[in-house]
């Protein structure tokens, strides 16, 4: 039996490339609009991930670590770890900036963490290159995505680090690559101020006459020493025992240690929620009208394709052509160039979601159902078109 | 339309999509989750790791001598520059005397009158002792000539009252020489005294050493107790290093190390470790070493200078090693993915020390010649497909 869609699209093949290459690419954006949504969320969900915690005990009544900022005592850490149901926990601070490489900037997430055994909360994972920290100052694990290379000289604030381990989509929430430095090296960082400001400071406390009264020497000196001091980090990362329960161990530490602490899932709330939330919406919105427009501009194009073949149709129907035959033809077109587009699409939008700055995750979950909208939106444009082709008088092939 | 052209279109077309669906199939199944994981591999090394510790330190003197006033006073001057070479014993300044020389000078001319005072006073110790022994003579002879009745009692009377009128005198002036004597080791101690202050006054330095800070200058008015030089004992410089206790197993005195000052970072110095500390830092959590070096260094490090010191620990016997890249946390317990005909399983291990450049010792659970997941791009499960390759991404 002869295809009659297959001789169709034969004869007009051209024509039926070139339009399923355009559709492909439109399934291509939209596809890849949903994977930077579903990159956004899983950016999200990686920081969370990464940081190995299951609860994050922040600065009371904030959203810290990640949402807001947040600080607290570094020895807190220890009566965490006296809490029940606590396995370990780590002290752990974040701080958004620039560190320069040479003569340029990256924008990165500094991480200061605890050096020591691969695996403890606030470490990360896995690495791709390198190694873990294993000196308690000066080196750094950075996300290939910052562009450093192992053996890297990076500056953060004051002082230099040597790169020693690459790691991969370790990203903040906003999909900031992240590096890792000791923590004291962090704390350092993100509380010292620079040389200049320091200076002013004892300057102006040299320049308070309570605080330098003349007849008591060492004063000053004791006032400006205690002015260089920070004991502060941003969270502490908790890891429970197995078995243990978050949500009552969480309620304990906030009752007798008054400060804040989020569950796994509190912590996703305040993520999505609340700090991705705007934005993500935006995304989705962009998404939802770009599947609109293009399920839209799938159906035109079949409707069309089929009105340009209105003249055959009638001379097949003329030739006594079974309506069955007619309405099969139109829609295998439709299908065929529904599964084509899907394909172009498909390989287009993995070939170029690499090359986006920010993550972009195509999973296979939408992918089917993108698969299936299209066939759906295919099917439906081309009962529009075999509307039409039924109805046509087979005298048009002649008149 | 001819019947061949459409073949040869058919064969066209096909040509074009057989690409493309191989292409598709090929992303399907070589990107997302279901793609392969990159992995790269290595062989468990039976080696010998030596630990080291690693710590910054301060450069700092055995002993910072702080030399102050012990009394408030006015800097009268002050000969001595930062920096400099003093020697002990050195008169480095002087806190102004204000009337103290004055004050010496009339303890002197005090102690002068009061030894002209003591003169006096003998003198008088002898005219009374003079009279003293006259009298007794005399009142013996009158006695004598009492008895053979040549004066009357009354003139033997009087003579007696005399010899002990004269008695009575000689021992005042006695006492009265006694007092002026007194008096006058009173004033030449009060003079010593003065004299003392006054050598207080000058800032002396008790060792060979060098001014590290001048915290005053002439004329200022400083208080008691308040430092007005530093000085500090080259000989002594050592390097107060901080390592994180953690970290810091096997820390003891004697110990090489090799020193980095973070003014000359390409230069190593050679030094060992004096003693740890016995009480460490509760608050930063950190054990404190003293470092010294071999040789102290041609040109001086400043006091307080920053300096990194890594301390090599003999070498452990050999035995399992792995990178530490290769140890995973999953499933709540750390281990290793060991990799066995191209399948992936995940093995509990018992680490033990490691080295600075992120090599593990394996106490439990794994044997040399075990191939393991050393990079992976992702976390692994024991469900991930992996595909082994040489390194991953250009980061190496």
Redesign the interface.
Known sequence: MISLAG?D???G?GKF?LTSVGLGLLIGVTLTMGGVYRGMVDDAKVLL?NS?ADLWVVQRETLGPYAESSSIYD?VRRSVFEMPGV?RAANVTYLATQVRRGGEDTRVMVAGV??????APGQP????????L?????EAVAD?ASG???GDTIRIRRNSYTV???T??MVSSGGDPMVFIPL?DAQEAQFLKDNDAILQQRRRTAANPSLNRP?V?GMLEGVIASQGVN?YVNAVLVRLL?GADPEKTAEHMRRWMRLEVYTRAQMEEILLGKLIATSSKQIAMLLVILAVVSAAIVAFIIYTLTLGKIREIAVLKLIGTKNRTIVGMIMQQAIALGV?GF??G??SA??W?PKFPKYVL???RD?ATGFAAVIVMCVFASLLAIRVAVKVDPAEAIG | MRKGSVKGRTLLLVALLLPLAGLFVYTMTNSGPLAPVPVTVAEVESMSISPALYGIGVVESRAVHRIGATSPGRLLWLDAQIGERVVSGQVLGELDPVDLDERIEAQRAAARRLESLVAAAESRVAEANARKEYAEAQATRYENLRKTKAVSVEAADAKRQERRTTAAMWSSARADAEAARAERARSGAELQGLIARREDLKLVSPIDGIVAAREAEKGSVVVAGQSVFQIVDTKELRISVRFDQSMASGLRAGLPAEIVLRSRADEVFAGHILRVEPIADPITEELVAKVVFEQTPGTLPPLGELAEVTVRLPALPEGPVVPDAALRRFDGRLGVWVMENGSISFRPVVTGRRDLDGRVRILEGLDAGERIVVYSVKALTPRSRVKVVERLGDGA
Do not use: C, N, Q
């Not at chain 1, 294993?134 to 000066?138: D, E, N």
């Open positions: 001789r699209i034969l004869h093949w490339v991930d190995g020895d396995e605890e050096p020591g055994e691969p695996g994972g896995y690495l791709t290159a390198g190694r873990h294993a000196r308690s100052h000066y290939e450093f290379r192992l020693v381990g690459l991969r989509r004291k007849g020497p004991p197995p084509l394909m172009i498909k390989v993995t070939f979601a195509l999973e296979v992918a």
